[in-house]
Each structure stands twice: as C-alpha cells, then as structure tokens.
C-alpha cells in the first residue's frame, strides 16, 4: 500500500510538468503550428521564475508568500510567451520552416535558462547554491486539513496548488475547444486557414494569440518543474528537456484532445517511475524499464495511424505555414 | 462611383524565385552579420566585456593553438558528418530527428567491439565497427521509415521517441560496463593499449575522421545531385503525388534513403567513441543531432554548406566556452549565441523566398 501511495504521488508530480507542456502544445498544434520548441518553453519559463523569484527574495528580508507565487507565475508567462512570440514571428510573418524553428528554439532556451540557471550566483555576486525557500514553501504548500485526511488525502490533497491549476487548465481548454466560438475558429485556422480566411477569420491574430497562450502554459511545466519538482533550486542536467519532449509526445498520445492529457500524464508518470517499485531489478535492468513511456509513446503512435479514424488525426495543415496569395 | 472602404495595405508579399546567387550569399551575410551585433550586445549586458574583445576573445579560443584548432576541427567534423546523413532524408521531406538515437546506438557497437573484440587485428576491427555502426544507425532509421512507408505513421514523433529509446540503452549499457565499478560511467576503453582508437596522424586523431567526414561529404554531394536515387528523393520532397504519378515507389525510396541516413549518423557515432572520446555515455551525442537536423536545412542540403556552417556553430562553441572560462561563467552562453544565430539565418530567409512590396504613395490607377 505504501508503494502504491509514493507511486501515485510520484506519477503525479511527473505528471504536472507534462501536462501544462502538453495543454499548452494542443493548443499550439490547434492552430495549425507544430512547435518543437516545448523543451526550450519550458526552460524559459522556469528559469524566468526563479529568476524573478531569486532577485525578489534577495531584496527584502521578509518576502511575502503571495508576491513570491504570483511574480513566479507573470514571470514565467512573460518569458515563455516570449519565447514563443520568436517562434510566432519566424513561422508566421517570416515563414520560416516550423520543425526548425522550433529545434532552434529549444536549442536557445536550454542555452539561456542554463546559463542564467548556473551563473545567477556568480553574477549577482553570492557564491550559495541557489535556492528561493519561499516561494518553493509556498509552491508545495498542501491542503492542509484535508492532506491529513488518510490514505484520501495523501493520494488527493498532499499536493501544492499548481497540480490542480493543471487539472483546471486541461478541462478549460477542452471546454473552450469544443464549445466555444472562438475555439471553433481556432480549430478552423489549425484545419484549413484559407477556409478560415475566406470566412473573415483572422488567421495571423489566431496563430499568434494561440502560440503565445500555448509557451506561456507551457511555461508553467516549467515553473512547477523548478518550485515544486526540484524545491526551488537549479539543476544542469538536461531534465527539462527530456519532460519537454514527452509533453510533445503526450500531445499524440492524447490524440489532440486536453481532457486525455490529464490521465495520459499521470500514466506516463506511472510509468516513468515504475521501475523503483518492481523488485529484483539491477541498476542496468532500471534503465530499460526506463524505456516504457517512450516506448508505450511509439505504440500509441502506430496505433492511431493503423486505424486511421478521423477523430484521432492531427489538424490538417498542421506544419505548414500559410500564405495568402498561394495557390 | 463607389468609394474605396479599405485601404491597400501598407506593406504586400508577393513570393519570388531565381534570386542571383550573390543577393542570397550578401543577404545571409547581413543577417548573420546582425545576429552578431546582437550577440555582441547581449554578452556586454551580462558580462561588461567590450563585444570586439569578445569576439577576439573568441577567435583564439577556437583558433589559438594547435590543440584548439582540432578540437574545432573535431566538434565540426561530428556535426557535418551527421548533417551529411540527415541531408538525404530532409530532401525527401522525411523529419529525422531521430539523429541523437542513431549516432547513440552506433556508439554503443562501437564501444561493445573496442571492449569484447580487442584481441582482433587491427584491420578487421575497424572495418567491424565501420560495419556494425553503420548497421546499428540504419536499423534505428529503419523502423520509423517502414512505419511512415506503410502506415504513414507520423516520423517526426517516432524518431524524436527512437532518441529516448536510444538514451535507455546506452544508460543500461554504461551500467554494464562500468569501469571502475560504482563510477557510473564506462571510463577510458582500453586506456593502455589502445585497441580501436584512431591512430594519429600528423599529430592528432581527428585528422583521420575528418577526412571520412569530407569524403562522405563529396560521396554525398554527387549522390544527391547526380545520381537517379538522388533524383527520385528530390521528387518525392517536392510533391509525392508527383512521385507516384512519375513510377517511383515512394515507400521504396523512404525505406532507402533513411536506411543510408540511420547509417551515416551511426558512423558519426563511430567516429565520436573510436575517434575522439573513447568512451560512451548519453552525452556522446550531446543535442548535436538536434543542432545538425539545423546545419542540414540552412545549407539547403548542400555538401560545401553544411561544412561551412558546421564550422561556423563548432567556433561558437569553442569560443563561447573561451569566453565562459575567463569569465567564470558556464559555456552553455554558447547554446544562447546558437540560437540567437539561428533565428537570424532562419529569418533571413523570409527575404530570399519572399519580396515586399510597399504600398506606392501618390495616385495610382487601379
């Protein structure tokens, strides 16, 4: 039983940072733009937070938890966000190849946040191993009456308030996709942008809008990685990346659709941590196990080309940019 | 007369083609020229230094002495030879990016030879690790290729996937041959001995890499340009339809063409554990099939190209880690100026394809 809990909590927390990576994707993707540049995102938007964070907390000697939440938070978005405006203006106005854009962009946002990530102390003259215990308290602050309430709490209520911001989100944009009007351009943009064009949608306004909210969510994995994931520190090791490229693959494995995201994401967790919970496996055996989520990934992704069902395809002109006048 | 409601807008695009060769090369020239600005700018914000001292900086970390000059040698080396392999498949429009798993798995056979067949003549192993490399990477090419061939599954998800699948393999192998035991890491291979590591020549192993990656470099440019398969994948890029339409089965040609593009990436594994590392970990790679899938599509998939550019990215990082150093700062401040770079060029190419057209003051008849 007790495995059982730390396993659920385990692929919980794994799950977070993807799902705000992959609600933030789908809703990219909707839009007709296939950003690999998630990875880099993610990057800008945790090293943005702890930045602020760092400076802010730095600054006074008795930082409220509030301020520390919600400057995490803007900080995030806005770097993300830029983030993914270089992407929207290379691929919409520039039209410049998606794929490459965005590997460019994930090559950029490793390069900044880990710079920033293993220098901050350097540059701003203190010599610690970085670390903002406020906001990261207030990252991971629980439920607090109901986490206490047994084994409910513990597998539904231990966890700090960006797991079911993440949750919120998902449902969010499922509703907004399929029931609102501006979804439905949205949709129609991602699908067919002539035909959106024709209609008096404005396309370049949708993409841009849809890639900024898309990074800026993305960004969030990013924030929840760094506060909650790792405790309000920096690490160099590539972690990121690698929880961005599964967002990406999330983003298949939930066929384009937000609400799967949020059991999709906590299976990959599931699975990400499994090895620690079968026994008898050798420290090189662990590695193979390893495998699953990118494995159960692939299989997914030959499944859904197998069946071919319209429900499961990815919008139409996903990948290409648009251009008016071509015919 | 009805009035005129909308206005035409101030800036049109119309698209172009045929540009001279010239323009192209002076407007990625500028572009490349600004990112530098740039960079230079962005470097003084964080640091204070004066960007020309920079630069200067720059240029003797990665050219100052001999030993800096192969090891630029060698990080370009490694990129164009992975570029070279990408090219193929990203002409036919098949996303690869699949090349960090490719070049992993053929360091993994690389390595597994120079440990478990160390008693063979020197002849024979090389040609071994040549073969079963290449094999490897052509294998991790081949299953996306016969998925997307027969099911059209999407490539670009599955081989970014094969990378991860790739990455567990190695770290299960680094587990097994760990050396010393508990380190975590597989050391040295044959440290003393030196069985199957590139024999120097004029003093430093990269010399013999370099020269297979600019052999494949020709061997490549003459497959693409004048070769019928070269034809057939520049055909199956610019349309399938047109492709199928013309008799070329187009499952044939992408089975094909990734089996040589897994191959070529898993030789750059070869030459990174037999030629320059000597050992193997999950950084053997280190993101460089990411930046090559770059390098491969700025060139426009041209042999000379890609060698320039490697070049080009390979002083950044040199000279960006020369930089980092005297500063006491870490050399990821190169992945910054990469990327800064490339959203230049990748800009800049708005303007080849592109022309604009303002919107002419005065009247005008309609």
């Known amino acids: 039983m007790q495995g059982f809990i730390s396993l659920f909590q385990a692929a919980v927390f794994f799950g977070t940072v993807i799902m705000f990576g992959c609600i933030g994707e789908i809703i990219t993707e909707k839009a007709g733009n296939l950003n690999l540049g998630v990875p880099g995102i993610m990057y800008l938007g945790g090293i943005s937070s702890l930045a602020a964070v760092f400076i802010y907390e730095g600054s006074t000697d008795t930082p409220s938890s509030a301020v520390c939440v919600l400057l995490a938070l803007l900080a995030s978005f806005a770097g993300a966000s830029f983030g993914g405006l270089i992407y929207a203006f290379l691929t919409i106005t520039l039209r410049a190849n998606q794929n490459v854009t965005g590997l460019a962009l994930s090559i950029f946002g490793s390069g900044v946040a880990n710079f920033f990530g293993g220098s901050l102390n350097t540059l701003a003259g203190r010599f610690e191993q970085i670390s903002v215990p406020v906001t990261s308290a207030a990252f991971r602050q629980n439920i607090a009456p109901l986490a206490n309430m047994g084994i409910i709490g513990k597998l539904f209520f231990s966890y700090g308030f960006m797991v079911y911001l993440a949750v919120i989100l998902a449902i969010v944009t499922q509703l907004f996709m399929q029931h609102t009007m501006t979804g439905l351009n949205l949709r129609t943009v991602g699908e067919n942008p002539q035909a959106a064009d024709a209609a008096g949608i404005n396309v370049t306004a949708h993409k841009y809008l849809a890639i900024c909210i898309g990074a800026g969510i993305c960004g969030f994995g990013g924030v929840y990685y760094v506060m909650d994931y790792i405790k309000g520190t920096w690490a160099n090791d590539g972690s990121i990346e690698k929880l961005g490229w599964l967002s990406v693959a999330l983003v298949i494995f939930a066929t384009w659709k937000a609400k799967n995201a949020i059991w999709g994401a906590y299976l990959f967790g599931v699975l990400y941590w499994m090895y620690l919970y079968i026994p008898g496996l050798t420290r090189a055996s662990q590695e193979i196990f390893k495998m699953l989520p990118y494995v159960v990934t692939i299989v997914v992704l030959v499944f859904t080309s197998l069946t071919n069902s319209r429900e499961k395809q990815p919008p139409a002109a996903l990948g290409q940019s648009y251009f008016r006048e071509e015919r | ?366």
Not at chain 2, 120 to 142: K, Q, R, Y
Request: hydrophobic letters at 50%; charged letters at 15%; a positive charge.
């Open chain 2, 1 to 366: 007369m009805a009035k005129e409601t909308k206005k035409e807008p101030l800036i049109r695009l119309t698209k172009r083609d045929g540009m001279p060769a010239y323009k192209k090369l002076l407007i990625r020239c500028i572009s490349l020229l600004m990112a530098c600005v740039i960079c230079g700018f962005v470097i003084y914000a964080i640091t204070g230094l004066n960007p020309v001292e920079v630069y200067s900086t720059m240029v003797s970390g990665a050219f100052g002495t001999r030993t800096r000059i192969w090891s630029t040698v060698k990080e370009m080396m490694m990129l164009a030879c992975i570029a070279i392999g990408l090219a193929p498949a990203f002409k036919m429009r098949f996303w690869n990016i699949g090349a960090e798993g490719q070049v992993l798995v053929g360091g993994i056979v690389t390595a597994g030879c120079m440990i478990y067949l160390r008693a063979l003549p020197p002849i024979v192993l090389f040609s071994l690790m040549f073969v079963v490399s290449a094999a490897a990477g052509a294998l991790w090419g081949l299953l996306p290729a016969v998925f997307k061939a027969k099911y059209n599954t999407n490539e670009t998800l599955f081989t970014l996937m094969m990378n991860y699948v790739a990455i567990q393999l190695t770290s299960f192998f680094v587990a097994k041959w760990e050396n010393p035991f508990g380190s975590n890491t597989v050391g040295v291979i044959n440290q003393n001995s030196q069985e199957g590591w590139f024999p120097p020549v004029m003093g430093s192993r990269v010399f013999m890499s370099a020269d297979i990656v600019l052999i494949l470099a020709v061997l490549m440019f003459v497959y693409l340009k004048y070769t019928k398969h070269g034809y057939e994948i520049s055909v199956v890029g610019e349309s399938e339809n047109t492709a199928r339409y013309a008799g070329i089965s187009v499952g044939w040609v992408t089975i094909r063409t990734m089996l040589l593009s897994g191959a070529i990436c898993g030789l750059a594994g070869f030459m990174a554990v037999a030629g320059a590392s000597h050992t193997i970990s999950t950084s053997t790679a280190g993101g460089r099939g990411f930046t090559a899938i770059i390098v491969a599509w700025l060139a426009k998939f041209d042999s000379g190209a890609m060698l320039l550019i490697s070049l080009l990215l390979a002083f950044l990082q040199s000279g960006a880690g020369e930089i980092a150093s005297k500063c006491k700062l870490n050399s990821y401040a190169s992945e910054m100026i990469t990327g800064i770079i490339l959203f230049f060029i990748l800009g800049s190419e708005f303007f080849i394809n592109f022309k604009l057209m303002f919107r002419k003051h005065g009247k005008e008849e309609a």
